[in-house]
């Protein structure tokens, strides 16, 4: 078995690496900047000026090696352009839209990542307003978009919000995770395994509340009632100010939340007034 042997002592022959494609990414950046006001919101959801100002307060997290990057790929993906591709998938987008970023689509979320842990740790303006001037700012917003849009009628006076809940699907949670609960309450009751979380928005979609951490088989009533929303609420309440609309799973939360009539409701209704 001599040539065996022999085989097995030939000398190895090196595989090279294929070079790294190199990407115009500074040809990417000078086609976003060239986007007129109307585009550049349309596509990021913020205006050139407010995108600048968020830039200027993450860029020193985002510190890259522009060196070994230039001699990679020939560029960088540098702060600014790691925000545009965040926020163009915050804003709705499919992976593919980032061809325009001449980034590769299977390092996407390692390129973003870092932009939202530093947006969340240095952008703390999601709060609920507990002061009246704060009120009354968000209160006329919500007025000035119905008379925009409804022949200057004022739907809801006083209206301080929107609320609504969102089902978020998960992998099946892991023995660790879990700590001895029981795995079902994570299916939604479509059948998979998800998160619920729970949001109130003012007028321009800009969020007042956030919150999940509730499995997927809690109902949005449930989740809300344990939600900072409540203590909220009944601040409100001690006000005498405001409304918040719901859909029908938040009927009989909150005396300041304003549902429609269960379809029962309106027969009841009816049959009253005959």
């Not at 190895?12 to 790294?20: D, G, S, T």
């Not at 699907?169 to 995770?177: L, W």
């Not at 321009?204 to 999940?212: A, G, K, S, T, V």
Request: glycine share 4%; hydrophobic share 45%.
């Amino acid at each position: 078995m001599e040539w065996i042997d022999a085989a097995f002592l030939q000398p190895e022959i090196p595989r090279l690496r294929a070079p790294n494609m190199h990407r115009d990414r500074h040809g990417a950046l000078e086609y976003i900047r060239s986007w007129d006001d109307d585009m550049f919101q349309r596509q990021f959801r913020l205006e050139r000026i407010d995108f600048n100002e968020l830039l200027s307060l993450i860029s020193p997290r985002l510190a890259v090696n522009e060196e070994m990057a230039i001699r990679s790929s020939g560029s960088c993906v540098n702060p600014e352009l790691r925000l545009a591709m965040a926020l163009r998938i915050l804003a709705g987008a499919q992976y593919l839209d980032l061809v325009w970023y001449r980034v590769c689509v299977n390092h996407v979320w390692g390129y973003i990542q870092p932009v939202l842990v530093a947006i969340h740790q240095l952008v703390d303006n999601v709060r609920l307003p507990y002061s009246i001037e704060a009120v009354n700012t968000i209160t006329e917003e919500w007025a000035s978009i119905s008379r925009r849009r409804f022949d200057d009628m004022d739907l809801l006076p006083d209206q301080v919000g929107a609320t609504d809940g969102v089902v978020i699907e998960v992998t099946k949670r892991c023995a660790d995770y879990l700590k001895g609960r029981d795995p079902g309450v994570y299916r939604n009751r479509k059948g998979f395994f998800a998160l619920v979380a729970q949001a109130i928005v003012g007028a321009y979609c800009q969020f007042l509340m956030f919150e999940i951490q509730w499995p997927g088989a809690t109902n949005d009533c449930n989740a809300f009632e344990q939600s900072e929303a409540i203590p909220w609420l009944d601040w409100l309440e001690s006000q005498n100010r405001g409304w918040l609309p719901g859909d029908d799973a938040y009927s009989a939360v909150h005396k300041r939340v304003c549902t429609p009539f269960f379809k029962n409701n309106f027969a009841t209704h009816a049959l009253k007034s005959l």
